[in-house]
């Protein structure tokens, strides 16, 4: 590893994640100066805020790695500086610095709508804002969640899972129902994931749920009995229930529109029966035009998440977008490279990484997995190019002192490495 004196690179990566962590773990093992703005004080994000609370020794692990990460002496980390439009600092404040990458992996800090009316009412949440809540992140933690008893989660992968685990270990609801366009067939969760809350699940309700779906089950192919089969096996090693809370599964429904009080207050939703029809080698969801009314409190939307638009690099589709035109090498750089579609060109030296190249794709693994790739990109881009002087790296880390939008947090996070479990406690 290179000491600051030295000839290296600089390299600014905004996001303190899995994937950017990653980055700035194998950059800097390869010599260069990494720089990390982080959003939050605390660094970890999806490993922080986005791992259920009670799975210490993940978290703590996770923590400990990148404690390590953040103390090596050719790191700097400043917490508590947003990036974006009309935040601390601006992408064109990072372009006049010089540096000789950025590299964004903010995650997806938006999320997703279905656009259905009656989405603003109260009694309406997103699982990302439930899951900043339950762990703590400022700005969230003490927001209210009115959420009555009986709550209703629209999507079926791991996120719900969590969320139905929070409901019923901590909130103590009577009721979470998970309502799903598609099948059986097509849930996400972890079968691992599900155990948290498996001895909670109405298998009463379960059975007779199939019983409903089983026509249009059979219709593609699908032998509901072996489905059936399949999710009750999966309901091994059930941590004990921690409330009579029951979770309910309903399946081929899609949500048509919110209904609510005349205080605007969720009292059901309306709902779509749905077919599947096959897509390729998957299934799609296809209106039945046939309608009913589900009675729920609240409505949490667990459909996935969008990037954070106001960063300002160009996207589409909550999405921000990357090179379209691919490369011979492995793994693919123009998967990684930030691309203008107005111009038609890449940004040069500006590169996505995590949640921030592929929204709401898979878990803290997947992310740091992600992070990889993209330094074995940036080490190809950065070997092409000379190197900069130790002066010269001073210099461009003055330029990023002296930004006037800098909170004074900045200041007094100036070398964390060999503090920052102290600056954490005091703040």
Not at 28 to 34: F, I, L, Y
Request: proline share 4%; net charge neutral.
């Amino acid at each position: 590893m290179a000491s600051k004196d030295q000839s290296c690179h600089l390299i600014i990566v905004i996001g303190a994640g899995p994937a950017g962590l990653a980055v700035v773990n194998n950059l800097s093992k390869a010599g260069h100066r990494v720089v990390v703005l982080n959003r939050d004080i605390k660094f970890g994000g999806l490993a922080e805020y986005g791992i259920f609370p009670n799975k210490h020794r993940l978290r703590g692990g996770l923590k400990k790695g990148y404690w390590d990460i953040l103390n090596r002496e050719n790191v700097d980390y400043f917490g508590n500086v947003t990036v974006g439009k009309h935040k601390d600092i601006m992408i064109s404040d990072l372009n006049e610095i010089g540096a000789s990458a950025l590299v964004f992996a903010t995650g997806a800090q938006g999320t997703k709508t279905i656009g259905v009316e009656g989405d603003n009412a109260m009694g309406v949440y997103h699982a990302k804002d439930v899951v900043y809540h339950y762990n703590l992140l400022p700005g969230f933690s003490q927001r209210p969640f009115d959420l009555g008893q009986r709550v209703a989660i629209i999507g079926i992968g791991d996120v719900m899972v969590d969320i139905a685990h929070w409901l019923i270990r901590y909130k103590k609801v009577k009721e979470v129902t998970a309502i799903a366009r598609r099948g059986p067939a097509e849930r996400k969760y972890n079968p691992k994931e599900i155990r948290a809350v498996c001895d909670n699940i109405d298998q009463e309700d379960l059975t007779q749920e199939f019983s409903r779906i089983r026509p249009r089950l059979e219709e593609v192919g699908q032998n509901a009995d072996h489905l059936l089969s399949g999710m009750v096996e999966e309901m091994t090693k059930c941590e004990p229930a921690g409330s009579e809370t029951k979770l309910r599964f309903r399946f081929l429904f899609s949500p048509r529109r919110v209904l609510t009080d005349p205080k605007n207050r969720v009292r059901g939703l309306e709902l779509e029966d749905t077919k599947l029809e096959p897509k390729g080698e998957d299934f799609s969801a296809v209106g039945l035009k046939t309608y009913r009314e589900f009675a729920c409190d609240s409505v949490i939307f667990a459909v996935g998440d969008r990037v954070d638009e106001t960063l300002g690099l160009p996207f589409k589709n909550g999405s921000f977008l990357t090179n379209p035109n691919r490369t011979q090498n492995e793994p693919d750089d123009a998967l990684f490279q930030a691309y203008d579609n107005q111009t038609g060109r890449i940004l040069e030296g500006v590169f996505l990484a995590g949640w921030a190249r592929k929204a709401s794709e898979g878990l803290v693994g997947v992310a740091k997995r992600d992070g990889d790739w993209c330094s074995e990109i940036l080490n190809r881009f950065l070997a092409a190019r000379a190197p900069l002087e130790p002066a010269g790296i001073e210099e461009r880390l003055q330029k990023l002192r002296r930004l006037s939008t800098l909170p004074p947090i900045l200041a007094f996070a100036e070398g964390l490495q060999n503090s920052f479990v102290e600056v954490i406690e005091l703040i």
